[in-house]
């Protein structure tokens, strides 16, 4: 895991933790003891899916991070997805308050992800790879090269079509 995934990571849970006890406890004055295991159950829920979404997306673009928005889209579906199985399989149980937990489950979720932007957008993450693309044996190569072709006064040498010594022709801007 890279530290800004976990700094992202981190900096959501901080956020949804304090929201989601405040739901609890609020539930709990409200609705009582069903209020109290609904909202811990909500919780809980936010906790687990947008834990390990958050995780597998990490998973996903460690590696391959051209795929970031694809694999973003795709885990936030899922979680909604299975947030509303959850909600749909457990509206009429008896276990807990469902309006309770309807409710712990929304303020937690939007904090999460409330979370989860702030700390992407106000992290400075590099935007490219810090490591070096040409290996550190051929780099000198490549600059005693470089340096050869400026000592004449001549222009860089490159691909085809770049300028080279002698290149120009008579009567161009480019002549002398």
């Known amino acids: 895991m890279q530290s800004d995934d976990a700094r992202i990571l981190r900096g959501a849970a901080i956020i949804a933790a304090p929201l989601g006890i405040a739901a609890t406890v609020v539930s709990a004055l409200v609705a009582g003891e069903k209020g109290l295991i609904g909202a811990l ?3 809980a829920v936010v ?3 947008f834990g390990l979404g958050t995780w597998a997306l990490m998973r996903i673009t460690q590696n391959t991070p ?3 928005m694809t694999a973003g889209l795709l885990v936030y579906f899922v979680q909604i997805l299975l947030i509303g199985v959850f909600i749909i399989v457990f509206q009429d149980t008896t276990l807990f308050n469902s309006k309770a937990f ?3 489950l929304l303020v937690t979720a939007l ?11 106000t992290s400075k993450m590099l935007y490219v790879s810090p490591e070096p693309s040409v ?3 051929n780099a000198g190569s490549t600059s005693a090269g470089a ?21 120009a022709r008579p009567g161009s801007r480019d002549a002398a």
């Open 111 to 121: 904090a999460w992800v409330g979370g989860q932007v702030r700390y992407s957008l």
């Open 147 to 167: 340096s050869r072709a400026s000592e004449g006064g001549a222009a860089a040498v490159g691909a085809a079509g770049d300028k080279t010594a002698g290149s």
């Open 47 to 49: 906790a687990v899916f």
């Open 135 to 137: 290996p550190a044996g």
């Open 41 to 43: 159950v909500a919780l």
């Open 66 to 68: 051209q795929v970031a």
């Open 102 to 104: 309807a409710l712990s």
